[in-house]
Each structure stands twice: as structure tokens, then as C-alpha cells.
């Protein structure tokens, strides 16, 4: 059974930083490459970073020189480190591998950045 379970979101102004993490289950996780995705009220669900098995790492827009990918293939975890938060990062951000599994999405976990 597949499950990803996302945490780490809150309330942050901006400028600040969170952590996110996300625990995976049931997909292989060792030999997927793993992304985070984020979706904003109103909008599709979008890529913001990801992670191959080996740990190569690509970002997309705004998340690139701000946002850190990292995984733990041990203990089938992925983390996102975000820093220099602004307004605009306020979603609800999933992990899913890369591409994703569509019936294997989490609950996500909501991020809101104030001015």
C-alpha cells in the first residue's frame, strides 16, 4: 500500500524558513527519484524540486538558490529545506516520486508565508 505522509508546514513571515518532510511507503522508494510539489489556491499543482536514487537534485523557478532537496534512502524519507520564504511559496506542498503516482498523493501539508 502506498503512502507518503507530508509534515513540517506553518505560518511564517517572510524571509523566514521551515522544513518540510515527507515519510514514503510502498513505492519503491530506493530506486525512485522523488519530488516536492506545491499547489496554490487557484492553481495546478506544480514540480518544485526533485531528487534521483543517487541524489542529483533539480529545481525549478523560484526555488532554485532558496530550496534544498534531500533524501535518506535508509529510512525512506525526503526533506525540502526552505529558506528566504516569500508570500508567493504560500501553498499546500506534497511529495510524490518524479513523475508522479497519481493515485499515491498524500494529504500535503499547507505552508503560509505573511508580508
Known amino acids: 500500500q502506498v503512502q507518503l505522509v507530508e509534515s513540517g508546514g506553518g505560518l511564517v513571515q517572510a524571509g523566514g524558513s521551515l522544513r518540510l518532510s515527507c515519510a514514503a511507503s510502498g513505492i519503491g522508494f530506493s530506486i525512485s527519484t522523488m519530488g516536492w510539489y506545491r499547489q496554490a489556491p487557484g492553481k495546478q499543482r506544480v514540480l518544485v524540486a526533485s531528487?534521483?536514487?543517487?541524489?542529483?537534485?533539480t529545481y525549478v523557478g523560484s526555488a532554485k538558490g532558496r530550496f534544498t532537496i534531500s533524501r535518506d534512502n535508509a529510512r525512506n524519507t525526503v526533506d525540502l529545506q526552505m529558506n528566504s520564504l516569500k508570500p508567493e511559496d504560500t501553498a499546500v506542498y506534497y511529495c510524490?516520486?518524479?513523475?508522479?503516482?497519481?493515485?499515491?498523493w498524500g494529504l500535503g501539508t499547507q505552508v503560509t508565508v505573511s508580508s
Open positions: 510524490n516520486t518524479f513523475p508522479p503516482r497519481h493515485l499515491a
Open positions: 531528487v534521483t536514487r543517487d541524489g542529483l537534485t
